[in-house]
């Protein structure tokens, strides 16, 4: 009998390269196609969100319509752009991903400068095409859809900072849930995102203009000189959830 034991053939084995996993290796750098992703999402969330605001100023739109023309920008451009850059477009939900360490300080701090360049581009954008008669008939309270507390209720400061706190804490815990189940679907991550905050405008939209977002008042803050003593309400509100 012949001894085969020599004559076995080696057994191979394949891995993914993503179950490869090196024990303090950092997280990978953002690709550079994160950047013009981020930049044109959030371009089109201040600039289309914005005129959506400015409508509703003039008669022209409702509560409800500005939140689906947020919620429907949201889901679209999430669904564009998860694989480039994770489809964030808002800097309190990139910081959030950063205290969760799904996403390194240096690539966040990428990400959120995009998000601002966007910002200050949609908001150049609307002051170049509203024209003055236009802008005379838009209320102070949210010029460019520039979101702003409603004095008008007795909610006041800490009312609004508290609806932009509970709104932002909520969309970030759907985020983090929708994005830990397995299999992880994209289309369900933007639906559930784009619909929490089609109701979170809905809810809070006449109490602090439903802001969630830091990106959707920077640009337009400085470009209008609007800003007010209650702006930081939409730093730290979206911020702290």
Known sequence: MADTAGSKEPRTMSIRAEEVKFEGQEKPPIRLKAIPMEVLGTFALV????????LKDIGEMSVTGVALTHGFLYTIFIWMG???SGGYFNPALTIGDVFTKKLNFVSASYLVCAQVIGSFGAAAYLCYVLDIETLRKISSRSVLGFPNVNKELDFGRMGALLSEFLGTFILQFVALIVKN????????YAFCIGGGMTAAMIALGNISGGSLNPA???GPMFLTNNADS????FWFGPGLG
């Open 181 to 188: 189940q397995k299999p992880f679907r994209k289309d369900y």
């Open 82 to 84: 998860d694989h480039l």
């Open 230 to 233: 209650s702006q930081w309400v």
């Open 47 to 54: 600039y289309f969100g914005g005129l959506s605001i400015v």
């Open 216 to 218: 959707r008042v920077v």
